[in-house]
C-alpha cells in the first residue's frame, strides 16, 4: 500500500480527473470532429474525413501522448499526459472526451467508467497529425484487457469509440455491464483490431472451457469468474445477474437486459479469434428452449471486414431488435468475412458465425467466406446453433468454406427452469437470395458434406428461397448435390428434413473445383 504521503501527491496530479464537477472545460482544441470510411469492396482505406460527428462541446478533455508528462493537467494537446492509467478511477460524464494523439502506441490497458447521454456522447477518439490511428497494444496473455469499459455507480453508456487501433490482447474492448444500471447506447466506428489472441489459452482449452471458471483479467468483484474465455476483439460481457449452470430455479428464468443499442460501423479485424462476440455459449445462467434472457438487446452493424480472423460473430442470448423495413436496429449490412483463420481452429467445431438463442436480426449483402476447420468439425459459413428465431439472411455469399455453408442445430440441452434436457429448436428463419460457390473443401466427415446441413428434430419454418448452389462431384467425401442433413432415421438420403422449405433454388454441379465458376462470373450473371 502506497504511503499517506504518496496518495496526497497522486490525487493533487490528478484533480483534473477526477470527477464530474472537478477540471476546466477544453477551450482550444478540435470542435469539429470527422467520422472514418471503410471500402469493404476492395480492402481496408482507413479514416476519411468525410463529416461533422457533431459532438457536444460541453464535457473536458483528457489528452494523452506517449511524450507526454503525468505531471500535466492533460487539458489541451500541448499539457498532455502520457500514461493511459490514470483514468482508472475518473467517472466521465456527457460531453467528456478522451483524446488519443494520432501515430503514438500504448503497452497499457485504458479503463473508462461512466455515462453521457444522447446530448453529450463519451467520445474516445484520437487528435493531431497525420493518418496512423493511435494504438494500444499488449502482450497476448490471459489478464489483457486493452480496454475495459466498466458499469460504475452511474452505469455504463452513451460512450462512442473512434478511430483507434487496439491489439495483440485477449479481449480488445470489453463491455463489461452487471445488471444493475440500464446500460446502452455503445458506438464504435473507425477502429482496427488486430491479432487479438491468447496462444497460452488457445493451446490449453481447446477441447475444454475450464478458464471460463478461472480467474482472469484481473478485475474486480468475481475476478471475472465465468465472464469470457475466448479471445474477442469487441466483447460484451460482464457479471452474471443470477447464479450458474445447473441450479433449478422456480419460475420463468427471464434476466434482464444489461447492455442494449450497440452500433458497429466501419471497422476491421485482421488476426482476430472473434471479431465481435457478446457472452458465447451461455456464459451467464438461464439455457433451455426459448428461454431468451435478452443479455443484450438492438444491434446494428455495417461495413466490418474481417481477414485471417477465426469468427466474426458469436453471439449468446441476444434479441436484435429487427422490426421489419426501416427498423433502426437489427440489420447487419456488408459484413466482409474472408480468408479465415488458418493457424488455429475450435476442436468442437468452427464458424465464421454462429447465433445461438438469439431473434430478430436481418443480415444482408454480406459473405461468409474462407472459414477453416483444422481437421476438426464444421468450418461453415453460418450456424443457426440453438433456440434462434426470425432470422434471415438476403443477398449473402457463402463461399470456400471448409465445412457447411450453413449449419442449423437442434442442440440438446438442459433448461435451467425445468431442470430437464429439452431441445432448442429454431423457428422463422430463411435464407434467400443467396449464393453458395465451392464449400466442404475439407470436410470433417461425410455427415457434413451438405451446403445447408440441419441437424433436425423440431426446427419449423426454415425456409430456404432463390438461392444458387455451386458445388462439385463427390469425390473423397467433400461435395454434396442435396441440401439435407445425411441419411438418418429422421431424414433419410435425399429428402428434405421436417420444418425445412425448399423453393425457386438451382444446383449446379461441376466434375472438380478446377471447374467450378468464379465468384465474379456468378455475381455478374445474376446482376
Given at each position: 500500500?502506497?504511503?499517506?504521503?504518496?496518495?496526497?501527491l497522486?490525487?493533487?496530479?490528478?484533480?483534473?480527473?477526477?470527477?464530474?464537477?472537478?477540471?476546466?472545460?477544453?477551450?482550444?482544441?478540435?470542435?469539429?470532429?470527422?467520422?472514418?470510411?471503410?471500402?469493404?469492396?476492395?480492402?481496408?482505406?482507413?479514416?476519411?474525413?468525410?463529416?461533422?460527428?457533431?459532438?457536444?462541446?460541453?464535457g473536458?478533455?483528457?489528452?494523452?501522448?506517449?511524450?507526454?508528462?503525468?505531471?500535466?493537467?492533460?487539458?489541451?494537446?500541448q499539457s498532455?499526459?502520457?500514461?493511459?492509467?490514470?483514468?482508472?478511477?475518473?467517472?466521465l460524464?456527457?460531453?467528456?472526451?478522451?483524446?488519443?494523439?494520432?501515430?503514438?502506441t500504448?503497452?497499457?490497458?485504458?479503463?473508462?467508467?461512466?455515462?453521457g447521454?444522447?446530448?453529450?456522447?463519451?467520445?474516445?477518439g484520437?487528435y493531431?497529425?497525420?493518418?496512423e490511428?493511435?494504438?494500444?497494444?499488449l502482450?497476448?496473455?490471459?489478464?489483457?484487457?486493452?480496454?475495459?469499459?466498466?458499469d460504475?455507480?452511474?452505469?455504463?453508456?452513451?460512450?462512442?469509440?473512434?478511430?483507434?487501433?487496439?491489439?495483440d490482447?485477449?479481449?480488445?474492448?470489453?463491455?463489461?455491464?452487471?445488471?444493475?444500471?440500464?446500460?446502452?447506447?455503445?458506438?464504435?466506428?473507425?477502429?482496427?483490431?488486430?491479432?487479438?489472441?491468447?496462444?497460452?489459452?488457445?493451446?490449453?482449452?481447446?477441447?475444454?472451457?475450464?478458464?471460463?471458471?478461472?480467474?482472469?483479467g484481473?478485475?474486480?468483484?468475481?475476478?471475472?469468474?465465468?465472464?469470457?474465455?475466448?479471445?474477442?476483439?469487441?466483447?460484451?460481457?460482464?457479471?452474471?445477474?443470477?447464479?450458474?449452470?445447473?441450479?433449478?430455479?422456480?419460475?420463468?428464468?427471464?434476466p434482464?437486459?444489461?447492455?442494449?443499442?450497440?452500433?458497429?460501423?466501419?471497422?476491421?479485424f485482421?488476426?482476430?479469434?472473434?471479431?465481435?462476440?457478446?457472452?458465447?455459449?451461455?456464459?451467464?445462467?438461464?439455457?433451455?428452449?426459448?428461454?431468451?434472457?435478452?443479455?443484450?438487446?438492438?444491434?446494428?452493424?455495417?461495413?466490418v471486414v474481417?481477414?485471417?480472423?477465426?469468427?466474426?460473430?458469436?453471439?449468446?442470448s441476444?434479441?436484435?431488435?429487427?422490426e421489419?423495413?426501416?427498423?433502426?436496429w437489427?440489420?447487419?449490412?456488408?459484413?466482409?468475412?474472408?480468408?479465415?483463420?488458418?493457424s488455429?481452429s475450435?476442436?468442437?467445431?468452427?464458424?465464421?458465425?454462429?447465433l445461438?438463442?438469439?431473434?430478430?436480426?436481418?443480415?444482408?449483402?454480406?459473405?461468409?467466406?474462407?472459414?477453416?476447420n483444422?481437421?476438426?468439425?464444421?468450418?461453415?459459413g453460418f450456424?443457426?446453433?440453438?433456440?434462434?428465431?426470425?432470422?434471415?439472411?438476403?443477398?449473402?455469399?457463402?463461399?470456400?468454406?471448409?465445412?457447411?455453408g450453413?449449419?442449423?442445430?437442434?442442440t440438446?440441452?438442459?433448461?435451467?427452469?425445468?431442470?430437464?434436457?429439452?431441445?432448442?429448436p429454431?423457428?422463422?428463419?430463411?435464407i434467400?437470395?443467396c449464393?453458395?460457390?465451392?464449400?466442404?473443401?475439407?470436410?470433417?466427415?461425410?455427415?457434413?458434406?451438405?451446403?445447408?446441413?440441419?441437424?433436425?428434430?423440431?426446427?419449423?419454418r426454415i425456409?430456404v428461397?432463390?438461392?444458387?448452389?455451386?458445388?462439385?462431384?463427390k469425390?473423397?467425401?467433400?461435395?454434396?448435390?442435396?441440401?439435407?442433413?445425411?441419411?438418418?432415421k429422421?431424414s433419410?438420403?435425399?429428402?428434405?428434413?421436417?420444418?425445412?422449405?425448399?423453393?425457386?433454388?438451382?444446383?449446379?454441379?461441376?466434375?472438380?473445383?478446377?471447374?467450378?465458376?468464379s465468384?465474379?462470373?456468378?455475381?455478374?450473371?445474376?446482376?
Amino acid at each position: 500500500m502506497k504511503k499517506a504521503v504518496s496518495i496526497a501527491l497522486l490525487v493533487f496530479l490528478l484533480l483534473p480527473f477526477a470527477s464530474c464537477t472537478a477540471g476546466p472545460e477544453e477551450t482550444g482544441a478540435d470542435v469539429t470532429e470527422t467520422v472514418t470510411q471503410t471500402e469493404t469492396a476492395s480492402g481496408w482505406t482507413g479514416p476519411a474525413d468525410t463529416e461533422d460527428k457533431g459532438l457536444s462541446e460541453g464535457g473536458k478533455r483528457y489528452y494523452f501522448s506517449a511524450e507526454g508528462d503525468d505531471k500535466n493537467d492533460g487539458t489541451t494537446p500541448q499539457s498532455a499526459k502520457k500514461s493511459l492509467s490514470v483514468m482508472d478511477g475518473v467517472t466521465l460524464c456527457p460531453g467528456d472526451r478522451v483524446l488519443l494523439r494520432r501515430g503514438d502506441t500504448w503497452h497499457e490497458r485504458l479503463v473508462l467508467r461512466g455515462r453521457g447521454d444522447a446530448d453529450g456522447w463519451i467520445y474516445i477518439g484520437a487528435y493531431g497529425e497525420g493518418d496512423e490511428m493511435p494504438r494500444i497494444s499488449l502482450d497476448n496473455g490471459r489478464d489483457d484487457i486493452a480496454v475495459l469499459c466498466e458499469d460504475a455507480e452511474n452505469g455504463l453508456g452513451y460512450m462512442w469509440f473512434d478511430g483507434i487501433s487496439v491489439g495483440d490482447t485477449h479481449l480488445g474492448i470489453y463491455l463489461r455491464a452487471n445488471g444493475v444500471h440500464d446500460d446502452g447506447h455503445i458506438r464504435i466506428t473507425g477502429c482496427e483490431f488486430f491479432n487479438v489472441n491468447c496462444p497460452e489459452l488457445m493451446a490449453e482449452a481447446m477441447t475444454s472451457v475450464g478458464w471460463l471458471g478461472e480467474k482472469k483479467g484481473g478485475l474486480s468483484g468475481n475476478g471475472g469468474v465465468y465472464e469470457y474465455i475466448w479471445p474477442t476483439a469487441i466483447n460484451v460481457g460482464g457479471r452474471p445477474a443470477l447464479p450458474l449452470a445447473s441450479v433449478s430455479v422456480d419460475g420463468v428464468c427471464a434476466p434482464s437486459t444489461v447492455l442494449s443499442c450497440v452500433e458497429i460501423s466501419d471497422c476491421r479485424f485482421d488476426g482476430c479469434v472473434i471479431a465481435v462476440g457478446a457472452n458465447c455459449y451461455s456464459y451467464h445462467y438461464g439455457t433451455g428452449a426459448n428461454q431468451f434472457m435478452e443479455y443484450t438487446a438492438n444491434w446494428s452493424m455495417k461495413n466490418v471486414v474481417c481477414r485471417g480472423t477465426m469468427t466474426a460473430l458469436n453471439f449468446d442470448s441476444c434479441d436484435f431488435g429487427y422490426e421489419g423495413e426501416g427498423s433502426e436496429w437489427g440489420v447487419f449490412e456488408n459484413i466482409d468475412y474472408d480468408d479465415g483463420m488458418s493457424s488455429q481452429s475450435m476442436a468442437f467445431g468452427t464458424t465464421a458465425a454462429l447465433l445461438s438463442s438469439c431473434r430478430d436480426l436481418y443480415i444482408k449483402n454480406s459473405r461468409f467466406c474462407g472459414c477453416r476447420n483444422g481437421g476438426s468439425p464444421d468450418g461453415c459459413g453460418f450456424d443457426l446453433e440453438r433456440d434462434d428465431h426470425n432470422i434471415t439472411l438476403d443477398g449473402c455469399i457463402i463461399a470456400d468454406n471448409d465445412g457447411q455453408g450453413v449449419l442449423i442445430m437442434d442442440t440438446v440441452m438442459l433448461d435451467q427452469v425445468s431442470g430437464e434436457n429439452v431441445h432448442t429448436p429454431s423457428t422463422d428463419c430463411t435464407i434467400k437470395n443467396c449464393v453458395f460457390l465451392g464449400n466442404m473443401k475439407n470436410v470433417y466427415n461425410e455427415n457434413y458434406c451438405f451446403d445447408i446441413l440441419v441437424f433436425n428434430r423440431e426446427n419449423e419454418r426454415i425456409t430456404v428461397s432463390g438461392c444458387d448452389f455451386y458445388c462439385t462431384e463427390k469425390t473423397h467425401g467433400a461435395a454434396q448435390v442435396r441440401i439435407n442433413r445425411r441419411g438418418s432415421k429422421q431424414s433419410p438420403v435425399g429428402q428434405i428434413v421436417r420444418g425445412v422449405t425448399v423453393e425457386d433454388c438451382t444446383v449446379r454441379v461441376y466434375e472438380n473445383r478446377e471447374k467450378l465458376p468464379s465468384l465474379e462470373e456468378i455475381t455478374g450473371d445474376r446482376g
